[in-house]
């Protein structure tokens, strides 16, 4: 969803508001398959494509994710991507009552938009936010990922500062955010992790 990126950003971050703000789509059969990075060992058995422009940006890696940040005005949308690994533990398609449950608690907390901060100066307040996982489509077997999508409406965007990444303290298995950002025309790029979890533009 490797938080791999370091001072370049691809021309897919110079995304719309209104396609960050959409959930994720339906994967289409007739496409090519798009091929994910591992970094374990094991075989890629299904791969697929994600067509959504955010989902292009970040690959399918054990203990990172992406996330993508676009100010327009005064309003703020947040696109995350993480393997469904970092998120839950597993990357299948839930089986027992146990990982079901799972699965739905963390799209509750995505959803919730509780996983971030942003600058309390900027006044920003959230607007909508929704979560999804491939691993809740039906007949999917392959390597899931999750994905959240937040707007904000923000008062004072230009004392917009900074961002605070509390969701390395729901989820233990992730290490590293690679975050992306266009601000009013202003773009960049950094690495959060668990012991500096803090982004600052």
């Known amino acids: 969803m490797s938080f791999k990126l370091s001072s370049l950003l691809i ?28 970094q374990h060992a094991h075989e890629h058995g299904d791969e697929h494509q994600h067509d959504d422009e955010f989902t292009q940006l970040g690959t399918h890696v054990h203990g990172a994710a992406t996330l993508t940040m676009v100010l327009e005005g005064n309003e703020l949308q947040l696109a995350l991507q993480s393997a469904a690994f970092n998120i839950v ?11 079901k449950q799972e699965v739905a608690l963390a799209l509750d907390n995505l959803a919730q938009g509780n996983w971030f901060s942003v600058s309390s100066e900027a ?11 491939d691993l809740t489509e039906p007949g999917y077997s392959g390597h899931g990922d999750f994905y959240a999508n937040v707007s904000l409406l923000c008062q004072s965007p ?18 590293k955010i690679d ?12 690495t959060a992790t668990l012991s500096n979890s803090r982004i600052q533009f």
């Not at 533990?89 to 990982?99: L, R």
């Open 11 to 38: 021309p897919a971050l110079l995304v719309s508001t209104a396609s960050l703000a959409q959930a994720h789509p339906k994967h289409a059969p007739d496409t090519e398959p798009e091929q994910h990075s591992h």
């Open 179 to 190: 975050v992306q950002w266009v601000l009013n025309g202003q773009q960049g790029a950094a």
């Open 158 to 175: 230009a004392r917009l500062h900074q961002l605070d990444l509390s969701l390395f303290n729901l989820t233990p298995a992730l290490e």
């Open 123 to 133: 006044n920003c307040e959230i607007q909508g936010a929704d979560a999804n996982t």
């Open 89 to 99: 533990g597993f990357e299948q398609a839930p089986k027992t009552s146990e990982q």
